[in-house]
């Protein structure tokens, strides 16, 4: 029953998303107009509070759509909860025996799901665009057109992936969520990944919608940051989740592996990190506007194109969803006809400016000579490098699609493409960075620049010769430290920066980033070997080194798997020891990895074990005391966390209002 | 007037150009890191043996040498092929599609749900296309993926064992 009426409260969240959606048409055809509407072009209409009566609809509205989407959300985590097996999805994802956490996890663990959570945070963000911002028409105009995506995505929901759907007759237990799923922060992963793919929506909303009315000035470049920062934010978690989830879980000491998937995450980022930057640039003197519009589009058509690579399973990933082709194609209709329309109003709209532009008063900085050593120079440097990055990955993500569709060969993109090729742009980007602090809005002076130069420099080379001395990494690894503490210095000096705030976290957290993942995954050591009681593993760089002793082989049950441990005992360190394992999952007898860790702020060891299975029907139960064993050692992996935290919690920073300005509401 | 315009244009033009030198220098290194790095999807019948003198591969891999080169095989692991080094650990084991078998090598862990008789994908390089002992090519792989689901296949493999009518419904 409540199945049922979490059905009805989606299809009346798709009602109340297309009147929403229709509200400014409504006004536009003279219904409830009080006055005479005056041409939308004015600026000055923007700014007036009272509108058309019409208008008061709207935030309950936003209210009802939410509400309803959280009921809707509510009632399938109730069935996921409960373990409602006459509920065709929870009976494929779910079953009784498993922890309740990942019960409700299960929900979004799944096409279905997760298309449900998608509405959810398209209209959270609908709902806080009507009641976090004043009633203007471009405000009024981004509710319509954030409820008009928000339809079109509850339509997709109902009518090709109900997740309501019943199966009859009911089972007596699931089948169980793939247990490599079975982890803490896949739990929480979709909805902060989710939460920063729709937020870019809000931005591409207001973007749309000032668009439209060619209203795209202070106002719209203020709450566009917002909303953009709000998704950056959240989407950088959810990418560090993801990749903490694959370190942990995937058993084979990587966390990034250019997985189309995980590209399609990526790609987003760095437009809205290219986006913010661009916004920043326009808000403070007046440049680079057209660069903002577009990457902001961009950056929302690129995580709705990374929706339809993941779910339409047309790439070939290791994270591939068991797919349905109808599905996709329809997402790719959704995602072509939003992209397209926007991407073509804003080729007109530039070309119908191109001809005034030189005529009006407000003629944007671009034409003004930048100076080289000023801040906009910098700021553009980077939104090209960044927007260089995202095509890159872009090329080498798509490409083996196209092969395929034009010669029918199968093919795959190589990790060392990406390091090749991306290498130069980042570090040269971590370059720039480390000159910010010095660079100001409109320009300095060649020698304050100059001094801060001869000031910095030295420690990062010295950072980097000492990487090759004592450590004797290789050069690669010298110059993105030595690149890593050139940034890193510049964003922590606090004299006379030039930097906001949140800005000087990111970056600090990018730089800290840079050194980290250099050195995790160039420098790190693995050994692979068959092992038996007693036996000592001995894994060592330049700096350290640790000795594990096997100490013991056991058996183990848990919640809802069997596993086969293996204790390493440190023999550095008396009393501790790690305790790898191998599971068998009850219902789905998959077996996966359990990795164990040993981490410091120095290093991680991680150790992985397996045994020789035969074949499937002869589970591999019988306890001899030797295994294959595989010891990597990663220097500096707590870093990489750390950093990707910093940067997001600069992304959180830039949000909260600075001394001087206050403000609550968004403009 | 008229020749500050030209200069400008000049200038405007000498800019336009050593852009577009850069970018087209740029897109030139960047595709054939691309290219470089294509690693194609093959299916033991790809890669079977052959003699010495005919290592040319027609239609795949743009007619290069395929030893050597980065890629992925795909196939079923034959059952009762699984072996283990006691004292180093490599495995061994040999995927068919059904037409020929290749052989193997690994040192590693193997994944999860690795299992005989199961679709594989073994990242790595051909190290010889002359047959073994058994009529094999030999293969050293870097890594090994199985499935990461309960219903995920390798596109490619069941793509190309439908072609060959071998394949089958997963259970």
Redesign the interface.
């Known amino acids: 029953m409540t199945v049922e009426i979490g059905h009805y409260a989606l299809v009346l969240a798709l009602c109340v998303a297309s009147a929403l959606a229709l509200l400014p048409s409504l006004e536009l055809c003279g219904f409830f107009s009080k006055k005479d509407t005056n041409d939308s072009a004015q600026p000055s209409i923007s700014a007036n509070p009272d509108m058309s009566p019409i208008y008061a609809l709207s935030r309950p509205l936003a209210c009802a759509l939410f509400l309803l989407c959280l009921f809707a959300n509510a009632m399938l985590i109730r069935a996921f909860l409960l373990s409602n097996f006459s509920v065709l999805l929870v009976w494929q994802h779910s079953h009784s025996q498993k922890p309740d956490l990942y019960k409700f996890a299960a929900m979004w663990g799944n096409h279905e799901g997760s298309m449900l959570l998608w509405v959810l945070v398209l209209s959270t963000f609908a709902a806080l665009i009507a009641f976090f911002s004043r009633t203007t028409r471009l405000n009024q105009l981004t509710l319509a057109i954030q409820s008009g995506i928000c339809a079109l995505f509850l339509a997709f929901t109902l009518f090709f992936s109900n997740p309501f759907a019943r199966l009859y007759p009911s089972a007596l237990d699931g089948q169980g969520l793939?247990p490599?799923l079975q982890h803490p922060a896949l739990a929480i992963h979709p909805p902060l990944l989710y939460m920063g793919y729709v937020g870019l929506s809000a931005a591409f909303s207001t973007t749309l919608a000032g668009l439209i009315l060619n209203d795209l000035h202070t106002d719209w470049a203020k709450s566009t940051r917002v909303w953009t920062l709000v998704a950056w934010s959240f989407l950088g978690a959810g990418i560090t989740l993801g990749a903490f989830w694959a370190y942990e879980e995937l058993?084979?000491g990587g966390f990034w592996f250019w997985d189309p998937v995980e590209n399609a995450s990526l790609m987003p980022w760095l437009l809205a990190s290219a986006g913010l930057h661009a916004l920043m640039s326009y808000i403070k003197t007046n440049s680079l506007r057209s660069w903002a519009i577009l990457l902001v589009l961009l950056a929302f058509s690129a995580s709705l194109l990374g929706t339809f690579l993941v779910r339409s399973g047309v790439l070939?990933s290791?994270?591939?969803?068991?797919s349905d082709p109808l599905r996709g194609i329809i997402i790719l209709l959704c995602v072509s006809l939003i992209t397209g329309s926007s991407l073509c109003l804003f080729a007109w709209r530039r070309l119908a400016d191109g001809d005034k532009t030189a005529s009006t008063e407000d003629k944007p900085a671009s034409d003004r000579r930048i100076s080289l050593l000023s801040r906009e120079a910098g700021q553009f440097l980077n939104i090209l490098l960044l927007s260089c990055c995202c095509a890159?990955v872009m090329?080498?993500t798509l490409?083996p699609l196209f092969f395929e569709f034009f010669t029918g060969?199968?093919?795959?993109?190589?990790?060392?493409?990406y390091a090749?090729?991306l290498t130069p742009f980042f570090l040269l980007l971590v370059a720039i960075l480390g000159l910010l602090p010095v660079l100001g809005w409109g320009g300095s002076s060649l020698s304050r620049v100059k001094r801060y130069i001869f000031w910095v420099a030295p420690i990062a080379c010295g950072g980097g010769l000492a990487m090759l001395v004592f450590a004797r990494t290789s050069a690669t690894v010298a110059i993105a430290v030595a690149l890593g503490l050139w940034a890193l210095v510049g964003a922590l000096r606090t004299r006379s920066s030039k930097h906001a705030r949140g800005a000087r976290f990111a970056h600090a957290g990018i730089a800290i980033l840079l050194i980290a993942v250099a050195c995790a995954s160039l420098t790190d050591i693995e050994k692979?070997?068959?092992m038996s009681l007693g036996e000592r593993i001995t894994i060592n760089n330049a700096l350290s080194s640790t000795t594990l002793e096997l100490q013991d082989i056991f058996a183990r049950t848990g919640t809802n798997y069997q596993e086969r441990v293996a204790r390493f005992a440190f023999i550095e360190k008396d009393g501790k020891s790690l305790s790898p394992s191998?599971r068998v999952y009850h219902p789905?007898k998959?077996?996966?990895?359990e990795a164990a860790i040993d981490r410091n702020i120095y290093r991680d060891i991680y150790i992985?074990?397996?045994t020789?299975?035969?074949?499937?029907s002869k589970p591999s139960s019988e306890l001899d005391d030797s295994l294959?064993?595989?010891v990597q050692l990663k220097p500096l992996m707590f870093w990489v966390w750390i950093g990707a935290g910093i940067t997001v919690f600069g992304g959180i920073l830039s949000l909260l209002p600075n001394r001087a300005s206050g403000r609550r509401r968004l403009p | 007037m008229k020749g500050r315009i030209h200069k400008r244009m000049i200038r405007r033009l000498a800019a336009i150009a050593m852009l577009l030198t850069c970018a087209s220098l740029g897109v030139f290194f960047i595709l054939s890191a691309l290219r470089e790095n294509i690693v194609f999807f093959l299916v033991p019948s790809d890669i079977a043996p052959i003699k010495a003198s005919e290592d040319e591969l027609e239609g795949k891999g743009n007619g290069e040498s395929l030893v050597g080169r980065r890629i992925r095989l795909g196939g079923l692991v034959v059952e009762g092929s699984l072996m283990q080094d006691a004292t180093s650990g490599e495995v061994s084991f040999t995927l068919t599609d059904g037409q020929a078998r290749v052989a193997v090598s690994y040192r590693g862990l193997l994944p999860d749900l690795f299992r005989e008789g199961q679709g594989v994908v073994a990242i790595g390089e051909i190290t010889s296309r002359a047959p073994d002992k058994r009529g094999r090519a030999t293969f050293r792989a870097e890594r090994v993926l199985a499935k990461h689901d309960e219903y995920y296949m390798p596109r490619g493999l069941e793509k190309s064992l439908k072609k060959r009518s071998l394949w089958r419904e997963q259970p």
């Not at chain 1, 060969?409 to 493409?417: C, D, E, F, H, Q």
């Not at chain 1, 020789?612 to 499937?616: L, P």
């Open positions: 793939n490599i058993g084979w070939v290791v994270h591939s969803f068991a890159l090329l080498a490409y060969n199968t093919l795959s993109v190589g990790p060392p493409y090749n090729v692979f070997r068959k191998r789905s998959i077996e996966t990895t992985t074990i397996a020789i299975k035969r074949n499937a294959s064993v595989r």
